[in-house]
Structure formats: structure tokens, C-alpha cells
């Protein structure tokens, strides 16, 4: 009984795995079109007329006895390059013609033609000519065509919507697209950043040192910015737009100066370890910053409390700085920077490098033939100030103060009558200022600042002609007051005015004075 029950399950084994493998020979293999009519013929009782030559050569899959004759005849159209027009219970089956497609594509706003726009069927696709015009030669009436063309939006038409007879205008529309608002963070290099008034900013916290500079040189790192330039790359020689250094206005904490560089241009008299933020403004500028003719140049100190003592020492081939953050309570904070020469205990290669390119085309490098020059020195300092104090949560304080010296020394020699003959020449520039700032919020409306500063400058040479024992003394003095009063009042939450009262004192003292005159 057992092996009649084996003998039985193996048999039903076999017999599946065969209708398998012809269910699956069904789906894969292909057979002559005309043994395919044959069956489609039985099974649907209809006829199909067709001549032989047309479909001589033709292999298709034999359909799903699970289609309807219009699903049949779809497939066959899609299996063979043949058409199959049912009438009655009589299927006409011919060879498909090609369908010829042609149109005009234009603009539909301007009725512009437009070239090299994309007309792509179901297997062939083309381009529009230099007056819109195209030709597509597709295969079936079913197909979609679609045309895309850069800038407009993308249309897909059957072939339904095209005429046969002529070439129609085919109307694309354009396509507008509102791109999201791109913010460049960093420009150039961190910490520079171009502002929605078209000003530039240099943020000495996030600031990299720029290529071709050994330290953050405040006044160096400007020329950076496009229409700034220096025609001898020095820092008394900046230009803006194009105008004269006289021409740009100058400003430490709203402090005008009148000297900007050490080493008589070749670097920066501002600390950059105190001065943390600058600013350029070089097309319509404030009305508070008068005399900018070209341009703006205004550096600022940090305006918030620090809380942490901050301070350190660096030296390099030039000078010798510090610097020192000192809280002094939770309202109140100062901030001293210096740098000093190191050329009076030591004498880097950058510093004969700085001498002798101040030095060049004078009497310095080149003195008459009789003179010689000896004790050649050089030496700067500049040291910085800031206080802050803030007296409440609407008013604040804040005291400044800056001095800075460059002075050039050198004894010229020569033999009078047999005798040693030596005398000075020195050139020397300093600045000194301080300025006294008051800010009060009186309400959410309404604000006032009080600025008031004095700032001095001097500029004194003296040379000496040893053959006509003469002392040749040049000066030129500099000192500005100023008191200004500026009072903001908010309109609406974007919308402000100003106004205020500027009073400006500057004298100029020149003078040119020669002991012995011939």
C-alpha cells in the first residue's frame, strides 16, 4: 500500500513540472505570425485578411488566452511593426506607414520663433530650425510627443493635437523661476563680509591672514577689496575709486586721524589685536562721515563687556606687542595694545629690508659724494586704549585713546679744513588723541550720542648741509577738536531718522626755517 501511495505523489510530480516548463516555453518562445493568426483565428472566430508578403518573415509571442481581441490585436501592434484594423468579425492587417509630424514652434508672448528647442517621440526625436520649424517621423498614432525648450515650461501633445494636412504654429510659454536669495558668508577670505548697503566689513575675531601678509595688518588687509589699490603698496597711499589718500576719511572709535602707517607706510599704526572690527564704505556714504571724498576707512574697538581677564605677548622681526583685556567689575572693562621697534637691541633681514625701502631715491641711501652717513636708526611705537563702562542697561560710556611715533635718525659726516665734521638729520611723525563717547536709549523710540575728541598731529624734519653749515627745519602741525551730537528716532520697525549738530575746530601750523640763510 505504501509504495502504490509513492509511486502515485512522484507521478503528480513529474506531470507538474512538465505544464511548468511548457506554461514557460508559452511565455519565451516566439512563433511565425501566421500560425499565431491561425489560433487567434479559432479562438475569436474571426479572419484576419492580410497579404502574405507582409507579414512573411514576422515571429511574435503567442497572447494570453486571458485578453479580450482588442487587448490581442494592441499587443500584436506592439510586438509587430503591423497594423490591425478589426471591422465586423474581419481583422485587416497591413503594413504600418510612417507618420510625418511638422509644426512651427514659436514664443507665445512675442511670437518669436525658437531654434534648437527638443521635439522627442517614442523612438526618434529632432531640433527646430533657425525659424522654429521642425519635422518628427514617428510610428504609431499613440504616441506622446514631447517638446522642451530652455527657459520655457515643457508641453506633451498627442499626435491627436497636430494637423495632417499643413504645418502648424506650436505656442510655447516662458518660464520664469524666482531664485532663493544666496548669502555669500565669507568674502575673499573669513572674517570679510560684504554688507546689504554694499559696505564691507573686516572682522579681526574670524579673520585670516591674507596671502603675501606674515600678520592681520588692519589698513594691508583693505586694499583687498575691490576699487581699493595702493600705487606704491603702502598704507599712506591708499586709493579709493581712484581719488588721493588726502581724499579718504580715516577713523579710529569715530576718531579722525591724520597718520595711518609705521615705517612711513609700509605698515599699519592700528593694533589689530584692539582694533576688531574695520569698515569700508566707499559709495554713498553716511551723511555723518563728512570730508570722505573717495571713501571711508572706519575701525572700531570691541563693544562688549569681557568678563575674563584676556591678554598676550607675541614678538616678530619687526616689533614687539601686547595686549591686555582687564574686566574691572561686571560693567566695566579696559583694553591696552602696544608694539614697540625691536630695531634698538636687534636687526632682522625684515628690517633692513623695511630701511632700505624707505630709504631709496633719498640722501639716505644716495648723500653728495663728500658726506658720509653713520648711526643709522629707525624706531616706532604705538600704544591704544579703550574703557567702556556701562552705567546701566541704557547708558554706556566709553573713553579712547591712541598715540603713535616713527622717528629716523642719521649723522652725516664730512672733512672741513681738515677737520671731522658731524651733525643730525633727523625725520619724525606722531599722532596723539582721545575722545570721550556717551550713548543713552531713552525709550524704544528715541536714542542720543554724544561724541567729543581731540586729535593731534605732527610731522617735523630736519636737515642739515654740512658744506654751508646750514639746518634746514620743516614742521607741520595738525589738531582737530570735535564735539558731535546725533539723535536717532525709530519711526516704524524699518524706518528711522537721524539728526544732529557737528561742530569741527581744526588748526594747521606750517613752518620752514633755516638758521643760516644764504
Known sequence: MGNKTERFILILIVCFACQTQLVAQDDTNTQPLAEVLETLEDRY?????????SIENVVTRVPSEDLTLAEVLA??????DLNFKLSNNFVLVSKRNDIILCGYLLDKDNLSPLENATIQGLSNSTISGDNGFFQLKIQSANEQIVIRYLGYKTITRSYTNFTTDDCANVYLTPFFQSL???VIQNYIVKGINKMNDGSYTL????FDILPGLIDADVLQSVQAFPGIQSINETVSNINIRGGTHDQNLILWDNIKMYQSGHFFGLISMYNPQITQKVSLLKNGSDVKYTDGVSGTISMETEKNLNTAFNGNIGINLIDVNGFADVPIGKKSSV?????KAISDFLETPTYDKFFDRISQDTELANNTENIINSD?????????FRWIYK???SDELRLNFITVDNELRFDENAILSGDNESRTSSLSQNSIAGALYYNRIWNNKWESTF???ETDYKLKAINVNIPEEQRFLQENKVSETSLKLNVKHQLMDRLHVNGGYHFVETQVTNLDDVDVPL
Not at 472566430?45 to 508578403?53: G, I, K, L, R, S
Not at 499587443?75 to 509587430?80: I, K
Not at 572682522?203 to 574670524?206: R, W
Request: charged fraction near 30%; charge should be negative.
Open 451 to 453: 561724541e567729543a575728541y
Open 45 to 53: 472566430q474571426v479572419q484576419f485578411n492580410y497579404a502574405q508578403d
Open 376 to 384: 643709522q636708526s629707525f624706531d616706532f611705537y604705538d600704544a591704544s
Open 75 to 80: 499587443f500584436l501592434e506592439q510586438e509587430t
Open 335 to 339: 583694553q591696552i595694545a602696544a608694539r
Open 180 to 182: 532663493e536669495e544666496v
Open 203 to 206: 572682522n579681526f575675531k574670524d
Open 391 to 393: 552705567i546701566s542697561d
